[in-house]
């Protein structure tokens, strides 16, 4: 019988290099915490984010900044967790990233709203007020689109500060599906008995035995049988969620609001 591979056992040539991202867990969880200061400190221009065009630009570079880090952080977290879902000290870290995100994110509630009040005419004078804010065009441009929308600072710093709440039941999803989810084993072309995953799933498919194909199949199928009530209440809770932002952002259904972003 073929033995699945513990995430130890695996070569180190097969696993994602994260070094290239961070040097250590350590070295990322520093970052991290250097990209939440600057996000407080920006947090301290809310009422004159856009003042002039230089503040303006300033900002914009500071929070674009912002942005890129946590994106590299956040994919530091994602893989350190998807690398092996059972790891909790992998879980953990990629725990911590979200929850920076979020705080981040309602620290920042306030720059939607006091970009959208302000005057078409006011707001394309400043614009034109300072030339590297035409780097920024495209983005103000939609973002201003959306201005029916957008919610004032409290209600935008509120949702904000729900964001992991609300993301939820695609979490709890990503959990079952990747981390408790077991096949069992099965044979392969050979008559040997493999343990069935997502990564191999394919290569039994597309056997040319029937009987490969249909064993494989059954196998992959019957977990989620099992838990069918779970899935449901989780697709449920996960549309129920995106129908409520939909009535509180004042669009005419979920669908609506995703082809308008």
Do not use: C
């Not at 949702?159 to 979490?171: I, R, T, V």
């Amino acid at each position: 019988m073929e033995k699945q591979l513990k995430r130890s056992e695996v070569p180190e040539a097969l696993k994602w290099d994260l070094t290239l991202l961070y040097e250590s867990d350590e070295a990322m969880e520093q970052a991290l915490a250097k990209t939440q200061q600057k996000a407080s400190e920006l947090a301290k221009t809310a009422g004159h984010f856009a003042s002039d065009g230089q503040t303006f630009l300033r900002n914009l570079n500071e929070n674009k900044a912002i942005d890129e880090e946590l994106e590299r952080e956040f994919v530091y977290g994602m893989l350190r967790r998807d690398s092996d879902t059972t790891d909790s000290t992998a879980v953990t870290l990629y725990g911590q990233v979200v929850n920076a995100a979020t705080t981040i994110e309602a620290e920042l509630a306030f720059i939607q709203p006091e970009l959208t009040a302000i005057d078409d005419a006011d707001f394309a004078k400043l614009m034109q007020s300072e030339p590297g804010l035409a780097e920024y065009q495209y983005e103000m441009t939609k973002l201003r689109r959306q201005k029916k929308h957008v919610l004032s600072k409290a209600e935008e710093t509120l949702l904000g500060h729900l964001n992991k709440s609300l993301d939820s039941a695609e979490e709890i999803y990503n959990t079952l599906n990747d981390a408790d989810l077991k096949f069992g084993k099965v044979h392969d072309e050979k008559g040997q008995l493999v343990e069935l995953t997502h990564g191999n799933r394919s290569q039994f498919n597309e056997s040319q035995n029937r009987s490969v194909r249909k064993e494989a199949v059954l196998a992959y199928e019957k977990p989620y049988h099992e838990l069918r009530n779970t899935f449901a209440q989780t697709l449920n809770s996960f549309i129920g969620t995106e129908n409520a932002l939909a009535r509180i952002r004042h669009y005419p259904s979920a669908r609506g609001r995703f082809r308008s972003q």
